[in-house]
């Protein structure tokens, strides 16, 4: 679960609560927000906030009451928290020019014993409204898997059971030539069906699967070079394909017809962790998941025995 200051323990809809009061008596520079809780306290509007008045009303008052209600709808900001995805620094931004950043001069103290799904913990907290924009500056860390990308921002309620929005976030589009991505996030006016609550923005981020080239050669006497030996095979985990989940530890065999061909581990790259000519079975050496990038080409050669050919 993520977890929230006490700001984000306001009910959406408590207009009359501490802090929203204070957030509205900070926004209303124009007194409607003095009106609406005028009329309010004088019984004048029902539970949902709506104005009922009473027989002594006059004209202006039942007027004034309308626009004093949509400050409140339109001015009340909506609390969002921004969840922290491990393998980027993202940076928050008011402007599409990116020069007013959200949380100037602020560190953010990860939780090394954090269990949380995509490795997110809650960030900062931002008063936003309907319709508003916002801009990321997103670059990768230095320990990130290569493959692993930054794929959407997840916009949900602040208890996390309902996904209001899904922006997806293209690496093709809006980023630099050192690397760094720009994305834009929109509180969109119709989300959670209109009505403002606090939210949460969750960056979330997608495994590429790692392809591997695989070569075999065979070198005849003299020198000539056929690729391919007939009824060899390549093997991932002992199973044949070359692409796996970059997450996964993995180990390389190759087998060959040992009755045709031999070869050598110093004729394999990388050179491998053993050879048996007797079976037809070349191994290389596992690479555990935190040496994950290590190899994805591999390349043998094999020599045909004489009179096999």
């Known amino acids: 679960m993520l977890c929230f200051s006490c700001v984000l323990l306001s009910g ?4 009359d609560d501490l802090i929203t009061k204070f957030y509205m008596e900070k926004l209303d520079t124009n007194g409607k927000y003095n009106e609406y809780m005028r009329l309010k306290e004088e019984n004048k509007l029902d539970k949902n906030g709506e104005y009922i008045g009473d027989q002594s009303q006059t004209d202006e008052e039942a007027e004034a009451a309308i626009p004093a209600m949509a400050s409140v709808a339109e001015d009340r900001p909506f609390h969002v928290a921004f969840a922290e995805n491990r393998a980027f620094n993202i940076e928050y931004y008011k402007d599409e020019k990116y020069t007013e950043i ?3 001069n602020q560190e953010y103290n990860e939780d090394e014993n954090s269990e ?3 490795n997110q913990t809650d960030k900062f907290i931002y008063d936003a409204k309907l319709g508003e924009k916002i801009y990321a500056k997103i670059t ?3 320990n990130a898997i290569d493959l692993y990308e930054l794929s959407s921002f997840r916009i949900k309620n602040k208890d996390g059971d309902s996904v209001l929005s899904d922006i997806n976030v293209e690496k ?3 980023i630099d030539n050192k690397g760094t991505q720009y994305a834009e996030i929109e509180f969109d006016p119709n989300i959670n069906n209109g009505e403002e609550c606090d939210m949460v923005v969750e960056p979330l981020g997608k495994f590429h699967m790692r392809t591997f080239t695989f070569r075999d050669d065979i070198v005849y006497y003299g020198g000539m070079v056929q690729n391919s030996a007939k009824d060899s095979q390549w093997l991932i985990n ?5 692409v796996i989940s970059p997450e996964l530890s993995y180990t390389v065999k190759y087998s060959f017809p040992a009755d045709i061909y031999y070869t050598d581990k110093s004729d394999c790259k990388p050179e491998a962790y053993s050879v048996d000519n007797e079976k037809g079975i070349v191994e290389f050496k596992k690479v ?3 040496d994950i990038d290590k190899f994805q080409t591999y390349y043998i050669k094999l020599y045909p025995y004489i009179g096999s050919t």
């Open 172 to 174: 093709s589009d809006n």
């Open 288 to 290: 555990n998941a935190d």
């Open 102 to 104: 959200l949380f100037p």
């Open 140 to 142: 990768k860390k230095d």
């Open 238 to 242: 002992d199973i044949n394909t070359n």
């Open 12 to 15: 959406c809809n408590s207009s």
């Open 116 to 118: 949380e799904s995509e």
